[in-house]
């Protein structure tokens, strides 16, 4: 909304009527559609309004009676069913108790199949790591042999001066470290 202000202070819309300003053709509008809305209620919406209301009442009274006859059938029927209800316990208790012997049989079960393909497993990986720990001590004794052949024809290729066989040995095992 927007708000003017006008010379005498009052604040006004931007349609140009005043805030407080009372509208008595508005008023008398709203009491003759008042008048006309209560009367087309009084004749035409209450009438049909109090007679559902006493049809809902009769019906109510009649579901009332009709509760209280169902009441007792359904006293009745509760004896009955509690003694089915005692068999189907007794019988429940019985398919319980199987069912738990059944399942403990079944993770016993469970057990030893895990138990035996662990040890199965066990098994494969001990052969495993003894064919790997096999096979990297012959390639280790390749890598020794292979050394042992290098060094031996770097000594013989040299003069056989002991101190320059401890030079030249301290030169490769130098060499090979820094390689590794």
Do not use: C, H
Not at 110 to 123: H, M, P, Q, R, T
């Amino acid at each position: 909304m927007i708000f003017t202000a006008s010379g005498g202070g009052n604040l006004l819309f931007n349609s140009g009527f005043a805030i407080l300003t009372f509208s008595t053709g508005f008023a008398i509008w709203v009491l003759i559609s008042m008048i006309v809305f209560l009367y087309i209620m009084g004749k035409y919406a209450v009438p049909p309004i109090l007679k559902a209301l006493n049809d809902r009442e009769v019906r109510i009274k009649e579901s009332l009676e009709s509760a209280e006859k169902a009441l007792a059938k359904a006293e009745a029927i509760s004896k009955d069913n509690e003694k089915a209800l005692r068999d189907a316990e007794m019988k429940a208790q019985k398919i319980r108790k199987e069912a738990l012997d059944d399942a403990e049989m079944l993770r016993a079960e469970k057990i030893e199949k895990a138990k035996l393909d662990a040890e199965k497993i066990l098994v494969s990986a001990r052969e495993t790591i003894e064919q790997e720990k096999i096979k990297a001590l012959k390639e280790l004794r390749d890598e020794v042999a292979d050394l042992a052949i290098k060094s031996a024809s770097i000594i013989l290729n040299s003069e056989l001066d002991k101190n320059k066989n401890k030079k030249l040995v301290d030169s490769f095992i130098n060499d090979l470290s820094k390689k590794n």
